[in-house]
């Protein structure tokens, strides 16, 4: 079978997005390198995609070179290091391709703690670091050891260690090389970052159990906020809470000629389930089915971050979160998603007046915008401007998006 170049639609969890110039696939750390330097010194536009979960992509086509790391490693670095003392650190190495579930599913089983509050998040190690993931009470930030990365810029690999990542809510410092403001891409390394991610080390706890830190899963589990609990029960939890709310992605999406094999427990399961065998995973639903509430980029609009000022004028009702600032003194964080819901855009909108919207907000997340099977990146962006609009009118908050939009 030919394999030319998939488009933007074929690789992206939204599906929409116009055609690749030229598509590349490395399979060696080498070969991802040089895939970034050959676009890079020929002064082409560069995508280094991964899930392709986090990115809006226009409908016009990229004249450029979209690249994804076919490298799906995952090796345990202390394996054979006797354990010193107390210190039940394990360190785990993925490479940039590896799908992020994989992994998170492989330290579950490992009897590894530390990120199984992050399951069913779609995408890969390497993104994951870039907008510093987070569900559920954890963030992928806090269990990073080390990133090795190749920097654009002075065009040679580095490891920069966690303190030099600038972790923070749902960002880091690669994110910032992508941005001049909050939302403003910058004209250089757009719509990816100067430090392209080879791979991720992380310090885990050898530990089967985990602690229950979010109010909603503590719900879900029946116990109270802080309980210790299995990390398989923890993920197993996670897994139906997300699913609930449409915050998995389709399964069907694997199926397809460009995404197959990029998520192993795709195939295990399938095999699994070939051999009579059962077992937990995100793909939770029947994938021949469409669950267009799945077909999004999560959720659309970071939670607004705002000065003690701004937070005084919200409404009583409106939920604040007091957060710590890295250089001292404290801000609030509100909810995107109750400000979209009282500025008048409710799950699904605007299904109500218009049945045949391509574009709509999931029927399960206020924050999540979909696409209902043939929409394109104008559709959503439109109903993105409206919820935007209509925020800023009621509230006076600008909302930021959260996925990277190709224009
Ligand atoms: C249903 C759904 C639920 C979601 N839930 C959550 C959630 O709970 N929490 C959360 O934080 N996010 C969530 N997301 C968002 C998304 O899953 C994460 O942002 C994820 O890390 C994106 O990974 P990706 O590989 O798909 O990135 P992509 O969309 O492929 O890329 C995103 C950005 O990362 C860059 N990038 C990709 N690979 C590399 C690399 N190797 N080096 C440097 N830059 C790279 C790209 O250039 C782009 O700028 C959700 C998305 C969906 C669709």
């Not at 785990?92 to 490992?110: E, K, Y």
């Not at 941005?179 to 991610?197: K, L, N, Q, W």
């Not at 795709?266 to 669950?291: C, F, Q, R, W």
């Not at 209902?372 to 800023?392: C, F, M, Q, S, W």
Request: charged share 20%; hydrophobic share 40%.
């Amino acid at each position: 079978m030919t394999r030319i170049s998939p488009s933007f639609a074929d690789i992206t969890t939204m599906r929409v997005g116009g055609s690749i110039a030229r598509f590349v696939e490395p399979r060696s750390r080498v070969g991802m390198i040089e895939a970034v330097e050959d676009a890079d010194s020929a002064h082409l536009p560069l995508c280094v995609i991964g899930g392709g979960s986090n990115l809006l992509a226009s409908d016009t086509p990229f004249e450029g070179v979209v690249v994804r790391d076919a490298r799906r490693n995952i090796d345990v670095l202390d394996q054979a290091a006797p354990r010193e003392g107390n210190d039940l650190t394990v360190h785990v190495n993925a490479t940039a391709g590896t799908n992020w579930d994989d992994f998170v599913d492989f330290c579950v089983r490992m009897g590894l703690q530390g990120v199984e509050g992050l399951s069913g998040i779609p995408g890969t190690v390497g993104a994951s670091v870039v907008q510093n993931i987070g569900a559920y009470g954890q963030e992928v930030g806090a269990e990073v050891e080390a990133v090795e990365v190749w920097d654009r810029l002075e065009k040679k690999t580095m490891t920069l260690p966690a303190a030099d990542m600038g972790f923070g809510y749902r960002t880091s410092a690669l994110k910032k090389s992508m941005y001049d403001a909050p939302g403003r891409p910058a004209e250089s390394f757009f719509p990816t970052p100067r430090f392209v991610v080879l791979s991720v080390t992380f310090a885990l706890k050898h530990s089967a159990g985990g602690r229950v830190d979010f109010a909603q899963l503590a719900g879900a589990l029946g116990v109270d906020v802080g309980a210790q609990m299995e990390t398989s029960v923890i993920r197993a939890a996670v897994l139906s809470v997300r699913a609930r709310k449409g915050m998995l992605e389709d399964p069907g999406r694997y199926d397809t000629l460009w995404m197959k094999g990029t998520k192993q427990s795709v195939e295990a399961k399938a095999d699994a389930e070939g051999s009579g065998d059962g077992d937990a995973s995100t793909m939770v639903s029947d994938s021949s089915v469409p669950d267009y509430d799945r077909w999004s980029c999560g959720s659309f609009f970071i939670n607004p971050v705002l000065s003690a000022d701004q937070a005084a004028v919200l409404p009583q009702e409106a939920p604040r979160f007091a957060i710590a600032e890295a250089q001292g003194g404290s801000s609030v964080k509100t909810s995107a998603a109750w400000l979209i819901d009282h500025a008048g855009f409710h799950k699904g909108y605007p299904r109500e007046r218009n049945a045949q919207a391509k574009a709509t907000l999931s029927t399960k997340h206020t924050l999540a915008l979909t696409n209902r099977g043939a929409a394109t990146a104008a559709d959503v962006i439109a109903l993105a401007d409206e919820v935007r609009v209509g925020v800023k009118r009621a509230f006076g908050i600008e909302l930021v998006p959260e996925p990277v939009i190709l224009h």
